[in-house]
């Protein structure tokens, strides 16, 4: 069992809790990822490292409500515990030798991106970050990605917090500029990931993306986190879960992330049906 | 007075049509009377040739006598002395090519049913005893176990038993292995397997789950720590592929996959169970394992019409066991042999619609003896499908010993040891197992752990 040790809410369905895990924590590295399982009848999911405490022993997941477990989790709170914690898992993100990064989070993807800013940095790299919200009241660590950027600029689809556009919008103005960029980093929706590489692809810029398929095991015992990268068949949880962006398939990707789609909505309304039935008495 | 019957004492089992709706086991045990009258069916040869046949060396005449007189607990010590898991033995070892191949009642008629009564023990006793808790003395002596399946559960086992501490480290949240993600319920309950893994706990071995070794702990901060000798028995779980287009088309598995949603997760009790499948109207499984009997089955208890099994050779070179194939047969699973893969179709979303095979026919031996199957020149067929499960084989996981460079491998990534010992490349360092031989049975693998157990205890009593 893995205490909870603290919990934050960092927007209506986006939160924090930090996890006492001290093995996990000693071999901790920028891009691993974790897999959980709340309870006895859960699944498995895996969520990125978001931070990690050698010290402390602790380790620090960021997740969005979006299905059952997701939400059961978010239930949770300091005190409580999760019944299985594994990791870290997969690949660390390679991140030696770039002076010049632009690191792009997508929603989530900020939380997630944000160990990889935080070590270039710590590298001494010159980080921009650019973080993609789709409204002001969505936006999360703001104070924290600034603390390890040289400069940011926080987007929102709305413009409701005065800087109106995509991701892409700001890194086209960066590479316009004819800033020197030796690296990408990007992660958050299949579809962000898939509109940044093909921006940087054509103009030859390196880009790192971190994938988020379905997975169980996340040991590679199973390969339900196949995908296509440059026309050859890996598994994210082994061989990445960062990947060469301008050699993924994408559109497999976001095919495949639907594979269970129906019963996801399944399990949320039984789950909904229960937790209705707990309220109404 | 023996019973001279030329048949085995049949055994009941759930109705065909009912269980492959169901996941509650399929063969039903014997009662107390049936088991005594298949033990006096054993002729108490002084030769004992049967005993050279388990890879455990359990002593087999002995425990059947003392079943004939009706003292079953006794026959379960006789057992449990050199068989640490014997309820899943009598299931899942293949009887037939091992004690029962080489039981003198075959020169005429049906062998003794060895696996049959030593799964009766193994559950009489289960049903009528607590366990004894008598722990060894300890010897102050750490080993460490890598992968809790039938390898390093049996290793685990006899280490205890000498006094050292012995702690398992295991990946998934459960420990068991194939036991439990990969062989089903409906074969092999997995209250029972954890309930013989209780044994083992009882016996002072200490098993720490999600412990993936080679990312947590490496094999030398495990050294570091002070244990004294390590036995990797971390399986062949590395899902082999077909590399033909399409593969990656929703609703294609791996086997392991498939088979861990059903078994270690219970997807098959969705919702209850938060873990999802999917199994569409008509399901291929391709090869002819006893993986793919098994997938085959779980695809039809989860409701599947038509379940096909897709093998490239003909019947006769199934690699599973005949009661498999059997059983998969009454239960409407059915055989598309001499077939072969070449291309799985999908949909315009992505989906699997069909997969296209191509017919063979047999020619020459080749290297592993089997006659090599050669496409049928205009044979290609399609077979309509909405599921595709792939059971053409695994390799062990390369976790461990890509973080172990001192650790030498066969090119195909099985751990290189000494056969008699298990002892690897690397100093204190043994395994067994599917991690060496590439996947084989559960009792080859609880024999090479058992081998292994010894050698570790002479090479730590020896050192210094």
């Avoid at chain 2, 808790?133 to 460490?144: D, E, L, Q, R, S």
Wanted: charge should be negative.
């Amino acid at each position: 069992m893995y205490k909870i040790v603290k919990k934050e809410v960092l927007n209506a369905t986006v939160k924090l809790l930090e996890i006492e895990a001290p093995l996990i924590a000693k071999k901790a590295q920028p891009g691993q990822f974790i897999i959980l399982r709340t309870d006895e009848e859960g699944e498995r999911i895996p969520l990125t490292i978001a931070d990690y405490d050698r010290e402390k022993g602790t380790v620090t997941i960021i997740f969005q409500q979006v299905g059952k477990t997701t939400q059961v989790l978010g239930a949770l709170n300091v005190g409580d515990k999760i019944l299985d914690f594994v990791g870290p898992l997969g690949m660390a993100s390679h991140l030696d030798g770039y002076k010049n990064a632009v690191v792009i989070g997508g929603g989530l993807g900020s939380a997630i991106a944000y160990p990889q800013a935080k070590k270039l940095h710590e590298m001494g790299a010159k980080v921009t970050t650019i973080a993609g919200f789709r409204n002001k009241e969505l936006i999360i660590l703001e104070k924290e990605m600034s603390a390890v950027s040289n400069q940011i600029f926080i987007t929102t689809d709305d413009g409701s917090n005065g800087n109106k556009g995509f991701v892409t919008d700001e890194l086209k103005k960066l590479i316009d500029q004819d800033t020197s960029i030796d690296l990408v980093i990007a992660i958050g929706p299949l579809i962000m990931m898939k509109f940044v590489s093909q921006m940087t692809k054509s103009h030859g810029i390196k880009t790192l993306v971190s994938m988020n398929p379905v997975m169980i095991d996340g040991t590679g015992m199973c390969g339900g986190c196949r995908v296509t990268v440059a026309g050859e068949t890996k598994f994210a949880c082994v061989d990445g879960p960062d990947f060469d962006g301008h050699d993924i398939d994408f559109d497999e990707a976001m095919r495949r992330q639907t594979m269970y789609k129906e019963q996801e909505a399944e399990s949320m309304d039984q789950h909904n049906c229960r937790l209705g039935g707990i309220i109404d008495g | 007075m023996a019973n001279m019957s030329l048949k085995k004492v049949s055994m009941s089992e759930q109705d065909p049509n009912v269980r492959n709706r169901n996941f509650l086991e399929v063969a039903l045990g014997y009662t107390k009377e049936q088991a005594i009258e298949e033990a006096n069916r054993c002729l108490q040869c002084k030769t004992k040739p049967c005993v050279a046949g388990c890879p455990v060396m359990v002593k087999i005449p002995e425990f059947i006598k003392l079943v004939a007189e009706g003292d079953i607990e006794s026959a379960y010590h006789v057992i449990k002395e050199t068989n640490s898991l014997p309820a899943v033995c009598g299931r899942v070892c293949p009887q037939e090519s091992q004690c029962e191949a080489l039981c003198v009642r075959t020169k005429k008629g049906e062998s003794v049913g060895i696996g049959r009564l030593e799964r009766y023990v193994a559950d009489w006793y289960m049903a009528n005893r607590e366990p004894e808790i008598k722990k060894p003395i300890t010897n102050g002596k750490k080993v460490a176990v890598v992968g809790g399946g039938p390898a390093g559960l049996t290793c685990a086992g006899d280490l205890a038993k000498e006094g050292y501490e012995v702690t398992i480290f295991e990946a998934f949240h459960a420990a068991g292995g194939v036991l439990m993600y990969g062989i089903p319920e409906f074969r092999l309950p997995k209250a029972l397997v954890q309930s013989e893994i209780k044994t083992l706990k009882d016996l002072g071995v200490e098993i720490r789950t999600n412990m993936v070794i080679g990312k947590v702990l490496s094999l030398d901060e495990l050294i570091e720590e002070g244990y004294e000798a390590i036995f990797i028995g971390s399986g062949a779980g590395l899902p082999s592929f077909m590399k033909i287009p399409g593969e990656n088309l929703n609703g294609v598995y791996s086997a392991n996959e498939f088979l861990t949603r059903v078994n270690l997760m219970k997807a098959y009790k969705f919702p209850d169970c938060d873990t999802p499948v999917r199994v569409g109207k008509n399901v291929a499984v391709v090869g002819g394992g006893n993986v793919a009997m098994d997938a085959a089955r779980s695809a039809k208890r989860l409701g599947a019409e038509n379940v096909y099994i897709v093998y490239r050779r003909s019947e006769e070179e199934l690699p599973a066991r005949a009661e498999e194939v059997h059983h998969a047969k009454e239960e409407g699973i059915k055989f598309k042999l001499l077939n072969n893969p070449v291309e799985i179709l999908g949909t315009e979303n992505g989906w699997v619609k069909g997969m296209t095979c191509v017919s063979m026919v047999l020619g020459d031996m080749d290297a592993s003896g089997r006659r090599r199957p050669i496409v049928k020149e205009g044979s290609e067929h399609v077979l309509d499908v909405e599921t595709v499960i792939i059971a053409i084989g695994q390799s062990p996981n390369p976790m461990i010993t890509s973080t172990t460079p001192d650790l030498k491998t066969q090119s195909w990534g099985g751990i290189i040891v000494e056969e008699a010992t298990g002892l690897s490349s690397k100093q204190g360092v043994y395994a067994g197992g599917d991690v060496v031989t590439g996947a084989a049975t559960v009792i080859l693998a609880m024999g090479a752990g058992k081998d292994a157990a010894k050698a570790m205890d002479t090479y730590i009593k020896n050192k210094k």
